[in-house]
């Protein structure tokens, strides 16, 4: 197994205390819950918002904790959900009398710690809305949900609702808000390689030398089809078609475009598909607005990429260009 | 060959092209020379200042054009030195009243295309200061290079210069402050997999299943020796003892700690290794003031990673923490 790993089990929390030591004025641990929150949270004057999902996607979730995005990202193991009582525990954390927000990918083990743990906490009188992310087109049911998966537009929901959190919008305009972000909101990812588990310690699927996996999930799901490896812009054209129809996005549209890596995909690459599909949504006469390039949901080093729209309008352009903070940064 | 290319010959051309598209306003791409550059350069208030170097290292350099570092990069084709000529046409380019500064790696290829490409913007009358980036401690000389090679701690004098230049300083006063910030930094690689340029296919270098490559360069250069793999903590210990020993950094230092990804290691992992060399540091008294966990100087899908430190002092901070935009960001 070719990773940077001591003990398998300590994959998570290891990370996680890195991630602590390099911001250690604006984020804080709990080994006890597995959890990285912003060193200032609770914040009395605007909702917290937290997110929980398996590792194994960084920087989502825990490395973008931070000023106007998520107050807490409470993980699991890798590609795991968090337990239940890691969800409740996090929520407890991050009580604010203004209430405190879940976001979750729709994946049916997510959904059940967060359903258990939002009602543990609402018996504690803690005020918890919930906004269900589910933008990935690639499949309708698929391994280990029912109805969509959801993926890297994950961000973009995040990323509004941090602001407007941030702004002072309450609970239930943040619930509002965050099903109106995901309701413009269609990614489809695909794989050249497999990821590997640092438990596993071998590739958690196969995929032959000359194939690709089309509509793959974050965890290595099957997607729509295995398909014969082919160029970069037959790739892009194909995904691109099937993202564009579903909204469907149309001529006139603005919108914003991500391009982001499973992981194991240099960022040269991804400038390669992003500007096949910045050319592709020009000659449909849709306007890309925003533009977001490099790895923002992975699975672990998986050699792929997704495709992210997000139909956009005044007041969802202003929350995207607001300032925020996280981990994942350059400078 | 698992990735996104069409045309081989075009993977660099179509990289920029995706890059200028998704920075329509503060970039420029210059097909003729294969350049990217800032929007608004040259500024006659400060001192112009470029890189070139192979491509395959992105973020380096072609991605950290824009405000507060590179006012342009122009990149030969993967692993190879821009041609002279392209040198000097962006030499010419960014032609300002205060001059221009030439920041190179220390690679044989890339000094020849450079000490030409200056003399022949000399001819012209242009101001041209010079400085060398040699931060590599692996080994003495190596495939490339007369001396030791310039790796990611590039990073730190393009940042620190980048800063200063924007605040006035002229040509002089950044190449001292150039070979002042390289004097203090010191790096080291290794590699977990080999890697595949585009226009060869397969891999540069063969590495067992059981072999990682200690001391690797940027290029899949050999390093120090090949040794059976190990656990990220063994790794990391080795390499920061020949890190820190080289300058040496000392107790009671204040430095910035980089763990650099070198294109196919999750950042997760680089967190595991970033937690062990903060706590080895701090074992050894030496303060870590300044944290960078992420890609930036790659070698196009190699799994592996580099250290680098440099020994901090008040200016040095202040430039380092100056605002600064670049086309590789998360927002």
């Known amino acids: 197994m070719k990773k940077f790993v001591n003990d398998p089990k300590q994959y998570v929390p290891e ?7 390099a ?18 949270a609770p914040n009395a004057n605007k909702v917290s918002i937290m997110q929980g999902s398996g ?59 967060f359903d258990m743990g939002r009602e543990m906490a609402e ?22 949900t029912v109805g969509r998966r959801g993926v890297a537009g994950n961000f973009f929901v995040i990323k509004a609702l941090g602001a407007a959190s941030e702004q002072g919008a309450d609970l239930d305009a943040l619930v509002e808000l965050g099903k109106r972000v995901n309701s413009v909101t269609r990614s489809m990812g695909m794989a050249l390689t497999s990821c590997t588990p640092p438990a596993k310690g071998s590739p958690l699927f196969e995929l032959g030398d000359d194939e690709m996996e089309m509509g793959v999930g974050i965890h290595g799901e099957p997607g729509r089809r295995r398909e014969k490896l082919t160029n970069a812009n037959a790739i892009v ?14 001529q006139g549209d603005n919108v914003a475009l991500m391009i982001n890596g499973l992981g194991g995909t240099p960022i040269s690459e991804l400038y390669i598909l992003y500007a096949r599909a910045h050319d592709q949504l020009a000659a449909r006469g849709i306007n890309v607005q925003r533009s977001y390039v490099g790895n923002y949901c992975t699975s672990l080093d998986m050699a792929g990429y ?19 903070e ?4 350059i400078f």
Do not use: W
């Not at 911001?23 to 200032?40: F, G, H, S």
């Not at 997704?306 to 925020?324: H, I, Q």
């Open 306 to 324: 997704s495709l992210t729209l997000v139909r956009l309008d005044d007041e969802l352009v202003k929350l995207l260009e607001a300032p925020a």
């Open 55 to 113: 590792s194994g996607h960084e920087p989502a979730h825990v490395m973008i904790v931070g000023r106007g995005m998520l107050d807490a990202a409470c993980p699991g193991d890798v590609f795991a959900a968090p337990p239940m009582d890691y969800v409740y525990e996090t929520t407890k954390l991050l009580a604010s009398p203004k209430g405190v927000l879940h976001i979750i990918n729709n994946y049916t083990g997510d959904r059940m710690a």
């Open 15 to 21: 990370m996680l205390k890195g991630i602590a030591l």
């Open 23 to 40: 911001n250690p004025t604006t984020l804080k641990y709990v080994p006890e819950y597995n959890l990285i929150m912003r060193a200032d």
């Open 123 to 144: 018996a504690d009188g803690i005020r918890v809305g919930t906004v269900m992310v589910d933008d990935d087109v690639s499949v309708k049911d698929s391994t280990y």
């Open 326 to 329: 996280v981990a994942v940064r």
């Open 237 to 250: 054209d194909e995904m691109l078609e099937a993202v564009v129809s579903d909204l469907p996005y149309k």
